[in-house]
């Protein structure tokens, strides 16, 4: 997917009040202060960034696309605001200094990556935390499987998608072929999410499901 062409309906989404809630978790979990120097990972067109500004001393707002960076850079500048910084990277080779940042936030981006994918970015996550540093990650979290939460969240997807007449049944069936072919996007249970994180260091880690098909999770780098 094209994230450069999907600037405003991303706006879109954002501005729904399921992702605000959505925001509102994370922000809540991650119990911002004045002296954190934050990193907003995949940060899209700002939910997380624009809220959290202005609780904190900085943020750093990172995201693949170069279309999104450029919208917040934009935005930041229009609003007059003096502590946000946009920059394009990988969630897998963030361009930033070892320890410098003391708290990372995410919404709904590492789904994007698979397994491997999410346990190198989270390597970064590391590296770049200060020691004591806080992680607070929302994303989609479930599987393809036929746990109990797993089932009721697919059925509820195909089952509202289906009430959209024949586009829906198409998109049903893109989404199938995406998951055939291996295309589709790569959420992990939230137990997978607490393995990944052990896996890499990380400390007093936790997990909740969310509404739908959301997760949180969050974590600290032992100081």
């Known amino acids: 997917m094209d994230w450069n062409t999907r600037v405003a309906a991303w706006e879109d989404v954002a501005a729904s009040p399921a992702f605000q809630r959505l925001a509102d978790r994370v922000l809540t979990s991650a119990a911002p202060s004045p002296d954190d120097r934050v990193v907003d990972l995949g940060a899209g067109t700002g939910l997380l960034t624009f809220r959290i500004a202005p609780l904190v001393h900085d943020v750093i707002a990172i995201d693949a ?3 999104m960076v450029d919208y917040v850079t934009d935005a930041t500048r229009d609003a007059g605001i003096d502590n946000v910084q946009a920059a394009v990277s990988d ?9 410098s940042r003391t708290l990372a936030i995410s919404n709904y981006a590492y789904h994007h990556l698979d ?33 109990p939460r797993d089932r009721r969240i697919i059925f509820d997807k195909v089952r509202l ?3 959209r007449g024949p586009a829906g049944v198409m998109r049903i069936l893109r989404n199938a072929g995406r998951v055939a072919t291996g ?10 999410w607490v393995e990944l994180l052990t896996e890499t260091g990380f400390a007093d880690i936790a997990s909740f499901e969310l509404s739908n098909e959301a997760g949180l999770v969050v974590a600290r780098r032992p100081a």
């Open 161 to 163: 998608m289906a009430r």
């Open 115 to 147: 397994h491997e994918g999410k346990l190198t970015a989270l390597h970064e996550l590391y590296r770049i935390l200060a020691p004591g540093g806080r992680v607070s990650i929302c994303d989609m979290m479930f599987a393809l499987s036929l746990r």
């Open 65 to 67: 696309a170069p279309a």
């Open 183 to 192: 295309s589709w996007e790569h959420p992990e249970r939230p137990e997978v």
């Open 91 to 99: 969630l897998r080779a963030l361009a930033l200094p070892d320890a």
